[in-house]
């Protein structure tokens, strides 16, 4: 079963720009669609992006749209998010997911396998 692992997060100032990771170190995601959620203290996991290996479509949140990009390597061994533009909204810890299905979907209820996570600060 793969295991996706989260990297890449830190701090960054309001403004900048991070780069977060995700992959399996004995798997690739060539048959899965990975999505990106996040959680911020008190509020609930939402959605951020996701990305289907079936066709590469991506999708992204509002909040997100024309600051964050969702892409992977052409041997699907990682997916990464780029995140320009920070705000403070975006300090939350990260999630990369994979779910064994053909589109990609912001409900969790669809992805099978989750990272750790990863925490992301943004700082003014």
């Known amino acids: 079963e793969v295991q996706p692992v989260e990297s890449g997060g830190g701090l960054v100032q309001a403004g900048g720009s991070l780069k977060l990771s995700c992959a399996d170190s004995?798997?690739?995601?060539?048959?899965?669609?990975i999505g990106w959620f996040r959680q911020a203290p008190g509020k609930e996991r939402e959605g951020v992006s996701c990305?289907?290996?079936?066709?590469?479509?991506?999708y992204y949140a509002d909040s997100v749209k024309g600051r964050f990009t969702i892409s992977s390597d052409n041997a699907w061994n990682t997916v990464y998010l780029e995140m320009s533009s920070m705000k403070s909204e975006d300090m939350a810890v990260y999630y990369c997911?994979?779910?064994?299905?053909?589109?990609?979907?912001?409900?969790?209820?669809?992805?099978?396998?989750w990272g750790q996570g990863t925490q992301v600060t943004v700082s003014s």
């Open positions: 997911a994979a779910g064994e299905f053909t589109l990609a979907t912001f409900n969790p209820d669809m992805y099978d396998y």
């Open positions: 990305i289907s290996s079936s066709d590469g479509r991506t």
């Open positions: 004995r798997f690739t995601f060539d048959d899965y669609a």
